[in-house]
């Protein structure tokens, strides 16, 4: 019977290779990419009056560099494809180790696995993060040229020591709050960073809104709730528009905040908020400690979603009938920390 090797790798598709998929080869890509310099240089001389029409000359090569464009996502494949071979070979261990690819991670059974090696970009962890329960995860940066790696302590070159402390249970580990969203049909949803309830297209928003006891309609961008490792994320930027409207209207701007990965608090925005005969504005913000909730009922006849850490093809269906509650979750994300 087939089990989970001791040793995961998960791995990632390129964009060049997302570029393959979409144009099926090399020069058909290539050609893709010239022509979209070509119209993006015209559009630029357009604006700036120097047109090739007003010159009366030869098109002129285009100002964007078109092959620069194709060359680098060649550079960003080959160097990816050389850490994951790179990565392969550190970890030839005595344990079995088996490649994951993003796509499968959420239906994969990672339960009988010692330790999940993730090779980044940061948002990899992430996801990872949310199905792997409480194995191990170990970060691995394979461009830092190119990745900041927040969330990627190891190099290529680290990734074996790491590897083996967790395999004799001697390494050190963050543990990183998570949030939780149940449906009243069952479903469920993990988010390492935040969640959006809302519409999934630009129109407002409509649902009912309770916590602690208070309750209202509400008509909306939608509603944000972070955990302290995504409180330096969507969140501030939500703070940030505070803060300048603050500002432009003389106020005393609202100081931004961040909360600890490990800290068990959630915090909750309602993204524009629209007051109306049929949706009030008083319940725009709020935290959730353990053992609370925020519960939301949608009133949404299509459209309605709620997705986590800012992957919109991964979401729960949220329309009318639908109630989300919204709390900190039992699980966390154990990040193995250098």
């Known amino acids: 019977m087939f089990s989970p090797s001791p040793i995961i790798i998960v791995h990632r598709e390129t964009r060049l290779e997302g570029v393959l998929r979409r144009w099926g080869t090399r020069g058909q890509a290539r050609f893709v990419i010239r ?6 240089s015209a559009r630029q001389a357009q604006q700036t009056g120097a047109s090739v029409l007003a010159r009366g000359s030869r098109p002129a090569a285009p100002k964007m560099d078109d092959a620069d464009a194709y060359s680098e996502l060649e550079k960003e494949d080959q160097v990816y494809h050389g850490a994951l071979a790179a990565l392969q070979r550190e970890l030839n261990l005595e344990e079995r180790v088996q490649l994951v690819h993003r796509e499968y991670v959420p ?14 970009q ?55 709050t998570l949030a939780e969203a149940l449906l009243n049909d069952g479903q469920r949803m993990l988010a390492f960073n935040d969640f959006f309830v ?20 509400q008509s909306s961008s939608g509603i944000i709730v972070s955990t ?29 905040f961040t909360m600890s990965w490990e800290e068990r608090k959630l915090v909750w925005v309602v993204r524009e908020p629209f007051k109306s005969k049929h949706s009030q504005i008083n319940l725009v913000a709020g935290a959730l400690e353990p ?3 925020l519960v939301v009922r949608s009133a949404m006849p299509e459209g309605g979603v709620i997705f986590s850490d800012g992957i919109e093809r991964d979401f729960l269906t949220f329309n009318s009938g ?9 699980q966390t994300a154990n990040l193995v920390v250098a």
Request: net charge positive; no cysteine; aromatic share 6%.
């Open 35 to 40: 022509q979209a310099a070509v119209v993006e």
């Open 107 to 120: 239906t994969f059974d990672f339960g009988l696995s010692q330790v999940v090696v993730v090779l980044g």
């Open 122 to 176: 940061d948002g990899m962890v992430a996801n990872v993060a949310k199905y792997v329960h409480d194995v191990p995860i170990v970060g691995v940066n394979p461009d830092p040229a190119r990745f900041d790696g927040i969330l990627l302590p190891f190099q290529v070159s680290q990734a074996r020591a790491a590897v083996q402390r967790v395999l004799k249970q001697t390494h050190k580990t963050r543990r990183v």
């Open 198 to 217: 809302g519409s999934a297209s630009h129109v407002s928003a409509s649902y009912l809104i309770q916590h602690q006891g208070r309750s209202e309609q």
């Open 228 to 256: 302290g490792a995504g409180s330096t994320g969507w969140l501030s930027s939500v703070f940030n528009m505070a803060s300048g409207v603050a500002g432009f209207l003389g106020s005393r701007t609202p100081s931004g």
């Open 291 to 293: 053992r609370q909730e």
């Open 322 to 330: 639908a109630i989300a509650r919204i709390q900190i979750a039992q």
